[in-house]
């Protein structure tokens, strides 16, 4: 049968859309995914953000409890449906806020600071370092730093799963006579959770919910 992978991208926890995660879940057992990968930014750290931000939403303190429980949640469900599934996390910008955040401020409290047991959950690889790839069947998964469709697999020279924009897609490219990809999964957080509002009209965005297959059909974004 060969490998099935599913990408899940942005979850943004605690502002994940639920119902959309449920839909995910429900699909999963038809699916029966021989890898499942998270993409990066599990985590909002909305508290964290260095750009101007409430505190009147939820605490520092809550935010990362709760967040921490519904990533929990998330991976006990995916691990009950598909307990024969490689289980993989990768970090994302959102992942490093609260480290960028001390290096700003109070860079001699660096090797003070460990957060990674927040990212760590039994029976699963967790990638630290976000400028690392995860590689599988020469696939590159990442969680992503441009916008632009097409952008990381012309600069990697090689096929690339990606998050980070919020946007389905998916870009072929021919090199040296083989053809690679790019494919951007989505997201499954809310858009209208307000830490999630960085549009300049409230009700509008052109975000895309889904995740991503690869398997021997090739890869396909599936919108949720």
């Not at 921490?68 to 996390?89: F, G």
């Not at 955040?101 to 003070?112: A, C, I, R």
Request: charged content about 25%; aromatic content about 10%.
């Amino acid at each position: 049968m060969g490998d099935i992978i599913v990408a899940i991208p942005d979850l943004h926890c605690p502002w994940v859309d639920k119902k959309k995660v449920s839909r995910l879940l429900d699909l999963l057992p038809e699916i029966k995914p021989t890898h499942i990968v998270i993409l990066g930014d599990s985590y909002d750290m909305y508290s964290f953000s260095r750009f101007p931000r409430s505190l009147n939403i939820m605490t520092p303190n809550e935010e990362i409890l709760t967040a921490r429980a519904c990533m929990e949640e998330i991976w006990s469900a995916i691990t009950n449906r598909c307990k024969k599934a490689k289980k993989y996390q990768i970090k994302g910008n959102h992942s490093t806020r609260i480290n960028k955040g001390l290096m700003q401020k109070f860079p001699e409290l660096e090797s003070l600071l460990n957060i990674n047991h927040l990212f760590e959950f039994p029976g699963v690889a967790t990638i630290h370092d976000p400028r690392q790839e995860l590689m599988i069947n020469d696939i590159a998964f990442i969680h992503g730093h441009f916008t632009k469709l097409g952008d990381h697999v012309k600069q990697m020279n090689r096929s690339v799963v990606c998050g980070h924009s919020h946007r389905m897609g998916l870009f072929y490219l021919n090199r040296n006579d083989k053809t690679i990809f790019e494919l951007n999964c989505g997201h499954i957080a809310n858009p209208y959770a307000e830490p999630l509002i960085y549009r300049p009209m409230k009700r509008y965005f052109d975000w895309t919910s889904g995740f991503g297959i690869i398997d021997k059909h090739g890869p396909r974004a599936v919108p949720l």
